[in-house]
């Protein structure tokens, strides 16, 4: 009996626009609707990885406007298991900064309104999913491997607070969620990662830090963005070459 190859996918958010936009593309329908943008195929050395744009190829789709459903589901036809999703938040604990990564561990889901599972059409067969631990353990190990083999600042763990957007949040509520125990806000993680449990899918995030939350630093929030995106894109892109081009062992001695 042999092991099973994995299927990977990328779920890339705000900055990743041109990623593989060269590579050709997979227009999918599903019964939840069209996902987000074209599929496009990407090769990692011995593997064939499926890129899907979050917010459309052009960027205009905001994050309470997302097809979660639709994204995941495409990617079920395609056969994937494992999907890696890059998102930008902002931080609010001090041991992290803009520019670096992170793996969170446990979200948080402060979101409202949004076509949450599928499991809500009269001929669906319920299924109480276990979200005990919201991201797969092993692909979390690996992708922390890859950080390491990269020699990128990546923290591992923290607690991801996903707010509605697309308006950033107030001193106030910042507060809010650190009492709660948050680490990392984002507006995009879920229903990403509860649909893609209810399809069977591993799904684990690659956090870009690309602020500091309101209340948390003395200049805008805006404030040197684009270039804290493209300092933390660029470790995630060493990550991404390292976990599929140089695998690495997630326990190491």
């Excluded at 994050?63 to 931080?91: C, E, F, M, Q």
Aim: glycine share 6%; charged share 20%; net charge negative.
């Amino acid at each position: 009996m042999t092991d099973r190859v994995p299927q990977f996918a990328i779920i890339a958010g705000s900055g990743f626009a041109s990623f593989g936009e060269d590579a050709p593309g997979l227009d999918i329908s599903t019964r939840f609707g069209r996902p987000s943008s074209t599929i496009r195929q990407l090769r990692y050395d011995d593997h064939s990885v499926y890129v899907l744009l979050r917010h459309g190829d052009d960027h205009s789709i905001a994050p309470h406007a997302i097809n979660y459903r639709a994204n995941l589901a495409a990617l079920k036809l395609l056969k994937v298991s494992d999907v890696i999703a890059l998102n930008t938040v902002g931080v609010i604990r001090e041991q992290a900064r803009p520019g670096q990564l992170a793996v969170p561990a446990q979200l948080i889901d402060f979101t409202w309104g949004r076509a949450h599972t599928i499991y809500d059409s009269p001929t669906a067969e319920l299924d109480h999913i276990d979200f005990t631990e919201p991201f797969a353990p092993a692909l979390r190990d690996s992708l922390m491997a890859a950080s390491r083999a990269a020699d990128a600042e990546c923290h591992d763990g923290g607690v991801y607070g996903v707010t509605q957007g697309p308006r950033l949040e107030t001193a106030a509520e910042v507060d809010r969620y650190e009492r709660a125990g948050v680490d990392y806000l984002g507006m995009t993680l879920m229903p990403e990662a509860s649909v893609a449990r209810e399809l069977g899918i591993a799904l684990a995030p690659l956090c870009l830090i690309v602020n500091y939350a309101a209340g948390r630093s003395d200049s805008s929030i805006h404030a040197d963005i684009a270039e804290n995106t493209m300092t933390a894109k660029l470790q995630a892109m060493r990550v991404l070459k390292h976990f599929f081009d140089e695998p690495v062992n997630p326990n190491p001695a």
